[in-house]
């Protein structure tokens, strides 16, 4: 699936767009976007770096919302069924969130007096590698030769 179409299905879609780049050969780091057109994931898509692992998330599984106690609430409850969750706050450019993962109440606390007065927050279960063209996209970008080529993420 090529960039246009993925942008013409975050265009379509009723929920913003979460994008999850798998960087290749970095010991597991990732990186984290969000958007809410073509144009913005035109912008975006080249900032990916060679050999990545991207998924685009397209079906609000990863919710953004006003943090209040109904979020805290669903925060904990993810963590303790899944041994931690996503948390994230929208970084300093107009794509990035910066992700931490919550494993219960006393990091929940710490996370929250680190970052202050919380504003919208994204949470929920860390997405896996979907692929079926309308709830989640995940593609291989190319190496700098061009070549699409599956690495360790």
């Known amino acids: 699936m090529d960039y246009e179409v993925i942008g013409n299905l975050i265009d379509s879609s009723e929920h913003e767009a979460i994008v999850l780049e798998r960087v290749a050969r970095a010991a597991g780091r990732t990186n ?4 809410r057109s073509s144009a913005d994931f035109s912008e975006l898509a080249r900032r990916f770096l060679p050999g ?4 685009v998330y397209l079906d609000g599984r990863i919710a953004c919302h ?18 931690d969750c996503v948390v994230g706050m929208r970084g300093v450019d107009q794509f990035s969130i910066e992700v931490d993962f919550i494993g219960g109440p006393a990091e929940l606390d710490e996370y929250e007096q680190a970052v202050g007065n919380l504003s919208q927050v994204y949470y929920g ?8 063209d309308l709830n989640a996209v995940t593609l291989i970008v190319p190496d700098a030769d061009g070549i699409r080529r599956a690495h360790p993420y």
């Open 66 to 83: 006003r943090y209040d106690e109904s979020v805290r609430k669903s925060i904990i409850k993810i963590a303790a069924e899944e041994y």
């Open 52 to 55: 990545s692992c991207v998924s």
């Open 125 to 132: 279960s860390f997405p896996g590698r979907d692929n079926d």
């Open 32 to 35: 984290w976007f969000s958007c």
